[in-house]
Structures are given as C-alpha cells and as structure tokens.
C-alpha cells in the first residue's frame, strides 16, 4: 500500500510500505476511505516531538471501512464504517475505566494517542486498529464522511481540553485564543455547556471571520496594540474572561491567557507546544487562577457524533479544502501555510 511516512526532522514522502496486519485478537484493519492533517502532525515534521521515530506512518484521524477483524472481535464486522479516534482505549486498564483514556495503560507508553505517534497512523490506504472495539464508532446511516471526520481530534479536543477543563457555566465569557481548527472546536462546542459570550482572538481575520461563522460573539484582533484590553472590555465586569483557552501552542499566546483571565477563572491549555513558557507564579498565586492542560480522551465523540445526527453541529463546516490520497504532498504544503491560503481543515479522500 502507499502511505505518508515520516523521515525525520522536514522530510517526509507518499511511499509504498507493508501493509499493516492484525497483531492482537482485538484489533481491525480498516481501509482508509479519508483523512485529515493535523497541527500535531506539523509538530513532529518540525522535530517537536522526538518519540517518533523516522519510519512512522503519520496521521491520527480517519474515517474507515474495516476490511478484516481480530478473532476477539464481536461487535464489529467487516463492511463497517467507522470513525477512528485519535486515542485507543483498551476499556480495561484503571485509567479507561475512570474515563481518562489519554493515558491508557495498554498503550505504548501509558499514552492513549499513540496512531503516527508509538505505531503507524492513518495517513494510509489500510491502517490496523487496536482495540477496535472499545475505541471506534461505527458511522450512522445518512452521515457522509466530512460530516463526521473532525469528530476525531479537533472538535472533541476543543471542546474536552478547552471548554469542560476551561470549567465553562451557562453564562461564562469565554476567550479562545488562537481560531485554528482546535480553537474552532471550542467555539463550535461552547454552547453545550451554555457560555454567554464566545471571544476569538487571532491576528488573522479570515480565520476570525470563521470563528464568527462558527459560533463565536466577538472578535479581537492580537495584532492591535490595545487587545488585551479590549478581550477584558468584552467581559461581565472588566475584570477579565471566566475561561481563557489557549489554542496555539506558543509562549505568547499562554500568556495572553494569563494576562486576560479573571481572579478565580480558569486558563485551559489545548495547544501543543514545543517551547516551555514562563509562568510568574510570584505575581499570580494571589488571583486564585486555575490552570488546565491535556491530551484529548476523545470520550465525547459518542456525544459529539448524537449532535452531528440531530444537526446541532454542523462538523462539516470546518473543512476548507480538498484533496485526494496522490495529492498529500501538496495538502501537507498547503496546511503548512494555512493562513496563506485561508485554509482551517483539509479533507484527503481515497477518490475524488
């Protein structure tokens, strides 16, 4: 088969490699029918993170069709469309069993994000799925696979990692720094727990104006000189915004949090950073501040999918651009300039 495997720090190719085979009784393996990239997958071509080895197949996010099943497998067949989550779920460990599936116990690592991370992703014709059972889910009739393929990292993180961690209640100014898809996420999620005002901030007003599509209340611009205080004017009382999400991954913008959150508010972290940031706790401990961080359990995608059903969320939105598998070159150059070319999330499909 052809995949998307990783060589190292800025090189990576469409290759023809192995394909993947069943290995424990609980996996599948899925046809790849589409995929995405994502802000992470940026990260280890950069070298951000050096626990993927060169040789990996990148990619954690798919809508597929299994094509073969473990034989402990029951309650899937092949023929099944499913979602792949980002994390895989053993159901068994202490950790999934308190629903906190992002440390997985059976996994590589004690991780529950492992796909183009600790084994080889979905950035391919035919991925092999651990723990299918107790990790996809299986796509409903009527749903196309647009409607569905966010479902996998980006609306569940936004919404897991910055809306629930950010402590978010009926009526609370919400500030999302950053309006990349993790950002679009949580606004696209923040009415499900009842915020009253949904703040984008960003230096790029294509993405914003989205983030306004999406959901969002405000917008301010980070490059104006002025904006921290004009994030704080758009709060209940001036004091600063109840939750404070940062969606980017950098040290300036984790401070904005810091500089924009109200006493006893919450600063929730769902950018993944390469860099450690400056946090002045000499200053800060006496503002009675939270600070929130994680990886996705992905254990709302159930919830998230009920939504997408009912057309309450409308994932497809997210999607700004369109590509075929001979195309992932030329989807990954694109994403890597994404405000360039005012692109949010791509859709790679087997076929036009």
Known sequence: MK?????????????????????????????????TICGTDLHILKGDVPEVEAG????????????????????????????????????????C???????????????????????????AEYVRVPFAETSVHVVPDGLDDEEVLF???ALPTGFEIGILNGNTKPGDTVAVIGAGPVGLGAIMTANLCGAGRV??????????????????????????????????????DG???????EAVGVPQTFDTCLKIVRPYGTVANAGVHGKPVELPLN????????INMGLVNCNTVGNLLNMVKSGRLDAKKMATHYFTFDQFEEAYDLFAN???HQAVKVVIRREA
Not at 97 to 121: L, R, T
Not at 212 to 234: M, R
Not at 239 to 245: C, H, S, T
Not at 283 to 290: D, L, Q
């Open 239 to 245: 004091l600063g915004v109840d939750v404070a999400i």
């Open 338 to 340: 994404a405000a360039e």
């Open 3 to 35: 995949a998307l495997v990783y060589h190292g720090p800025g090189k990576r190719s469409w290759e023809e490699v192995p394909a993947p085979q069943l290995i424990d009784p609980t996996d599948v393996i899925a046809r790849v029918d589409t995929t």
């Open 56 to 95: 990996r197949i990148l990619g954690h996010e798919a809508i597929g069709t299994i094509t073969e099943v473990g034989s402990a497998v029951t309650d899937l067949k092949v023929g099944d469309r499913i979602i792949i989550p980002a994390v895989s779920s053993c159901g068994k460990c202490s950790y």
């Open 151 to 153: 479902l996998t990292d």
């Open 283 to 290: 200053t800060m401990w006496i503002s009675n501040v939270s």
């Open 97 to 123: 069993k308190a629903n906190q599936q992002s440390h997985c116990q059976s996994n590589p690592g004690g991780i529950g994000w492992i796909f183009g991370y600790m084994i080889d992703g979905t950035q």
């Open 199 to 236: 703040i984008t901030v960003d230096m790029d007003e294509n993405r914003m104006d989205k983030a306004l599509e999406l959901g969002a209340t405000d917008k301010v611009n980070a490059s104006d000189p002025d904006f921290l205080e004009k994030i704080k004017a758009l709060s209940n």
